[in-house]
Protein backbone atom coordinates (compact mmCIF):
# COMPACT_ATOMS: atom_id res chain seq x y z
CA UNK A 1 0.00 0.00 0.00
CA UNK A 2 1.52 3.25 -0.77
CA UNK A 3 1.77 6.05 2.05
CA UNK A 4 -1.71 7.73 1.26
CA UNK A 5 -3.79 4.86 1.35
CA UNK A 6 -2.60 3.79 4.45
CA UNK A 7 -3.17 7.88 5.18
CA UNK A 8 -6.67 7.31 4.52
CA UNK A 9 -7.47 4.35 6.21
CA UNK A 10 -11.08 3.55 7.75
CA UNK A 11 -9.49 3.34 10.77
CA UNK A 12 -10.50 7.09 11.73
CA UNK A 13 -14.02 7.43 10.00
CA UNK A 14 -17.19 6.11 12.24
CA UNK A 15 -19.26 4.60 9.32
CA UNK A 16 -21.05 2.22 11.34
CA UNK A 17 -24.18 3.85 11.98
CA UNK A 18 -26.03 2.98 14.64
CA UNK A 19 -29.07 3.86 15.81
CA UNK A 20 -28.63 7.31 17.95
CA UNK A 21 -31.85 8.78 17.54
CA UNK A 22 -33.10 10.09 21.13
CA UNK A 23 -36.40 7.72 21.10
CA UNK A 24 -34.46 4.82 19.64
CA UNK A 25 -36.95 4.44 16.87
CA UNK A 26 -34.39 5.00 14.08
CA UNK A 27 -34.77 3.01 10.88
CA UNK A 28 -32.32 0.75 10.86
CA UNK A 29 -33.12 -0.31 7.03
CA UNK A 30 -32.65 3.09 5.68
CA UNK A 31 -29.36 2.92 7.57
CA UNK A 32 -28.39 -0.01 5.71
CA UNK A 33 -29.13 0.95 2.25
CA UNK A 34 -26.85 4.37 3.27
CA UNK A 35 -23.74 2.07 3.79
CA UNK A 36 -23.57 0.70 0.12
CA UNK A 37 -24.09 3.85 -1.10
CA UNK A 38 -21.96 6.22 1.17
CA UNK A 39 -18.25 5.18 0.98
CA UNK A 40 -15.60 7.43 1.84
CA UNK A 41 -13.53 8.99 -1.60
CA UNK A 42 -9.85 8.41 -1.68
CA UNK A 43 -8.19 11.80 -3.01
CA UNK A 44 -6.23 11.94 -6.37
CA UNK A 45 -3.08 10.48 -6.10
CA UNK A 46 -0.22 13.06 -5.89
CA UNK A 47 2.78 13.44 -7.74
CA UNK A 48 5.57 15.34 -8.03
CA UNK A 49 4.47 17.97 -10.09
CA UNK A 50 1.86 18.77 -7.39
CA UNK A 51 4.13 18.34 -4.28
CA UNK A 52 6.69 20.93 -3.11
CA UNK A 53 10.22 19.25 -2.41
CA UNK A 54 10.48 20.96 1.18
CA UNK A 55 7.36 18.78 1.98
CA UNK A 56 8.68 15.85 0.93
CA UNK A 57 10.42 15.04 4.26
CA UNK A 58 7.60 15.90 6.50
CA UNK A 59 6.37 13.67 8.97
CA UNK A 60 3.31 10.99 8.78
CA UNK A 61 1.67 12.34 11.41
CA UNK A 62 0.98 15.46 10.57
CA UNK A 63 -0.73 14.39 7.26
CA UNK A 64 -3.18 12.25 9.07
CA UNK A 65 -3.82 14.95 11.51
CA UNK A 66 -6.22 17.16 9.25
CA UNK A 67 -7.49 14.18 7.07
CA UNK A 68 -8.35 13.08 10.96
CA UNK A 69 -10.60 15.89 11.07
CA UNK A 70 -11.60 16.32 7.74
CA UNK A 71 -12.74 12.31 8.00
CA UNK A 72 -14.68 13.05 11.66
CA UNK A 73 -16.23 16.36 10.11
CA UNK A 74 -17.53 14.49 7.24
CA UNK A 75 -18.86 11.18 8.87
CA UNK A 76 -20.37 13.65 11.41
CA UNK A 77 -21.76 15.61 7.95
CA UNK A 78 -23.04 11.54 6.69
CA UNK A 79 -24.80 10.62 10.31
CA UNK A 80 -26.39 14.35 10.46
CA UNK A 81 -27.59 13.20 6.71
CA UNK A 82 -29.12 10.15 7.48
CA UNK A 83 -30.54 11.48 10.59
CA UNK A 84 -32.17 13.77 8.73
CA UNK A 85 -33.78 11.45 5.97
CA UNK A 86 -35.14 8.92 8.48
CA UNK A 87 -37.21 11.65 10.18
CA UNK A 88 -38.40 12.81 6.50
CA UNK A 89 -39.26 8.89 6.34
CA UNK A 90 -41.00 9.21 10.08
CA UNK A 91 -42.75 12.48 8.69
CA UNK A 92 -43.64 11.13 5.69
CA UNK A 93 -44.99 8.10 6.64
CA UNK A 94 -46.94 10.13 9.30
CA UNK A 95 -48.46 12.44 6.77
CA UNK A 96 -49.59 9.10 4.55
CA UNK A 97 -50.98 8.20 7.88
CA UNK A 98 -52.92 11.51 8.42
CA UNK A 99 -54.47 11.47 5.22
CA UNK A 100 -56.02 7.82 5.61
CA UNK A 101 -57.57 8.84 8.37
CA UNK A 102 -59.11 12.24 6.95
CA UNK A 103 -60.01 10.15 3.79
CA UNK A 104 -61.63 7.82 6.35
CA UNK A 105 -63.39 10.86 8.42
CA UNK A 106 -64.57 12.28 5.22
CA UNK A 107 -66.59 9.10 4.30
CA UNK A 108 -68.47 8.60 7.57
CA UNK A 109 -69.48 12.10 7.53
CA UNK A 110 -71.06 12.01 3.97
CA UNK A 111 -72.80 8.75 5.39
CA UNK A 112 -73.64 10.53 8.75
CA UNK A 113 -75.39 13.35 6.74
CA UNK A 114 -77.00 11.17 4.11
CA UNK A 115 -78.95 9.31 7.07
CA UNK A 116 -79.58 12.75 8.49
CA UNK A 117 -81.16 13.75 5.32
CA UNK A 118 -83.62 10.59 5.12
CA UNK A 119 -85.02 12.24 8.43
CA UNK A 120 -84.94 15.79 7.49
CA UNK A 121 -85.58 15.94 3.67
CA UNK A 122 -89.95 16.12 3.09
CA UNK A 123 -89.11 14.69 -0.09
CA UNK A 124 -88.02 11.49 1.03
CA UNK A 125 -89.98 8.36 2.18
CA UNK A 126 -89.25 8.13 5.53
CA UNK A 127 -90.66 11.54 6.87
CA UNK A 128 -93.73 11.08 5.03
CA UNK A 129 -94.19 7.59 6.88
CA UNK A 130 -93.01 9.09 10.20
CA UNK A 131 -95.85 11.87 9.55
CA UNK A 132 -98.34 8.86 8.70
CA UNK A 133 -97.14 6.31 12.01
CA UNK A 134 -97.32 9.57 14.57
CA UNK A 135 -101.17 10.36 13.23
CA UNK A 136 -102.26 6.68 13.32
CA UNK A 137 -100.86 6.54 16.46
CA UNK A 138 -102.86 9.40 17.57
CA UNK A 139 -105.98 8.61 16.06
CA UNK A 140 -104.73 4.88 18.14
CA UNK A 141 -105.07 7.02 21.16
CA UNK A 142 -108.08 8.67 21.13
CA UNK A 143 -109.95 5.29 19.89
CA UNK A 144 -107.79 3.96 22.60
CA UNK A 145 -109.31 6.20 25.13
CA UNK A 146 -112.88 6.07 23.49
CA UNK A 147 -112.61 2.60 24.12
CA UNK A 148 -112.20 2.91 28.10
CA UNK A 149 -114.78 5.38 28.63
CA UNK A 150 -117.13 2.87 26.95
CA UNK A 151 -115.56 -0.06 29.08
CA UNK A 152 -116.21 1.86 32.55
CA UNK A 153 -119.42 2.44 31.34
CA UNK A 154 -119.90 -1.22 30.98
CA UNK A 155 -118.54 -1.90 34.16
CA UNK A 156 -120.57 0.82 35.88
CA UNK A 157 -124.06 -0.91 34.15
CA UNK A 158 -122.89 -4.48 34.75
CA UNK A 159 -121.77 -3.58 38.55
CA UNK A 160 -125.79 -1.98 38.77
CA UNK A 161 -127.22 -4.80 37.38
CA UNK A 162 -125.37 -6.89 39.55
CA UNK A 163 -126.29 -5.01 42.87
CA UNK A 164 -130.17 -5.00 41.58
CA UNK A 165 -130.11 -9.08 40.83
CA UNK A 166 -128.65 -9.20 44.45
CA UNK A 167 -131.48 -7.03 45.63
CA UNK A 168 -134.06 -8.80 43.66
CA UNK A 169 -132.71 -12.14 44.80
CA UNK A 170 -133.14 -11.03 48.67
CA UNK A 171 -136.91 -9.62 48.02
CA UNK A 172 -137.39 -13.05 46.28
CA UNK A 173 -136.04 -15.08 49.19
CA UNK A 174 -138.19 -12.62 51.60
CA UNK A 175 -141.15 -13.18 49.36
CA UNK A 176 -140.77 -16.89 49.32
CA UNK A 177 -140.38 -17.40 53.01
CA UNK A 178 -143.31 -15.51 53.62
CA UNK A 179 -144.96 -17.25 51.43
CA UNK A 180 -144.18 -20.23 52.98
CA UNK A 181 -145.27 -18.70 56.18
CA UNK A 182 -148.86 -17.94 54.85
CA UNK A 183 -148.57 -21.10 53.35
CA UNK A 184 -150.33 -19.79 50.13
Known sequence: MTDLQDDYDDDFYEDDFTDDDEDGRGSSKLLETSKSIVAPKLPPKRTKAFTNQTSVNTHRSDKRMPRRVEGRVQSSKRRQHMSLRNQYS?????????????????????????ELDKYNNPDEDLPRLLDANNYEIAGLKAKNKQLLFEKREQDDKLRRQHQEIIS??????????????RKL
Request: cysteine-free.
Open 90 to 114: ELSINYDEILKENKLLKQIQKRQER
Open 168 to 181: LKEQNKKMTTLANN
